[in-house]
């Protein structure tokens, strides 16, 4: 993961094309996803899924015509217009999770959807009334960037984040915090960066790095600076671990000065 920028300008969202990132447990590996991994989705029981084994189940549907699903055993398609269908009976159903992707295949104009953002902030709507955090970053997205259909609305886009945020959603803790920033309340921004770091995102502690880097809204403090950025250079944030490297050596010349004095 490469973040663009961190804490100024506009928003780096690691996983913007994020299929549906989501909380608990790959129900077929049983392994643990942490809410940031991106994961992705069975359609046919409107589950979510690690990458790997919906990978996995891609390549058997591929050489077999005949493979089931291995948790609803229903017949395992690819065909987009048999996947909106299964999708939208589940959407009946009021599966939020159904719902929040259907909004996502409007947005994106998948599945053979048109483009629909008013339809899928709609949706949004619903998922987030429905208990899905995640649903709520989704519909700030739509409101801070405005398009056709959705107005630009980066009051309601902040209290959306908010929304999440409370839900102890790792990126609407990071968004609502880079819009808290920008209207100069820092102590708040750190506050919900933090428990977002704490949660793994490494956006959020790179951003911490680069406010307390910055001395941006509370004073310079480097050595805070350094432990935030080494975390995430730790994730894998390249930009984090440039400035880490800096910092250091920065520091090292300093101390190779003092003995000097
Ligand atoms: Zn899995
Ligand atoms: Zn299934």
């Given amino acids: 993961m490469r973040n ?3 804490c100024s300008g506009g928003i780096a969202w690691p996983a913007r094309d994020l299929y549906l990132a989501d909380d608990g447990e ?11 991994e991106p994961t992705t989705a069975l359609v046919c029981c409107a589950t979510a899924i690690c990458r790997t084994c919906l990978q996995d189940c891609l390549r058997r549907a591929q050489s077999d015509s005949r493979f089931t699903c291995p948790l609803c055993r229903e017949d395992f398609v690819n065909d987009p217009v048999v996947c909106r269908e299964r999708l939208e009976a589940h959407v009946e159903a009021d599966s939020p999770f159904a719902i929040e992707m259907l909004a996502c295949m409007h947005q994106q104009g998948r ?6 953002s008013r339809e899928a902030a709609r949706l949004f709507r619903r ?56 209207d100069g309340d820092a102590r708040r921004a ?14 959020a502690a790179a951003a911490l790095g680069a406010i307390h880097d910055r001395g941006e809204g509370v004073p310079r403090n480097l050595a805070t600076a350094a432990i935030w950025y080494s975390e995430a250079a730790d994730g ?12 250091r050596a920065e520091t090292r010349d300093i ?4 003995r000097f004095v």
């Fill in 4 to 6: 663009t920028e961190h």
């Fill in 26 to 36: 790959c129900p077929a590996c049983r392994r643990t996803f942490d809410g940031v």
């Fill in 111 to 116: 599945l053979g959807l048109a483009k629909d």
């Fill in 127 to 182: 998922a987030a009334k429905l208990g899905k955090p995640r649903a709520n970053v989704r519909l700030g997205l739509l409101k801070l960037e405005g398009c056709r259909g959705v107005r630009r609305d980066p009051a309601g886009a902040l209290a959306a984040f908010l929304n999440a945020a409370k839900q102890g959603d790792a990126y609407g803790q990071y968004l609502a915090g880079r819009l808290l920033l920008d």
């Fill in 190 to 203: 750190i506050a919900l960066w933090e428990a977002a770091a704490d949660q793994g995102l490494g956006a």
């Fill in 236 to 247: 894998g944030d390249e930009i984090a671990a440039e400035r880490l490297e800096e910092l």
């Fill in 255 to 258: 101390f190779k000065g003092m």
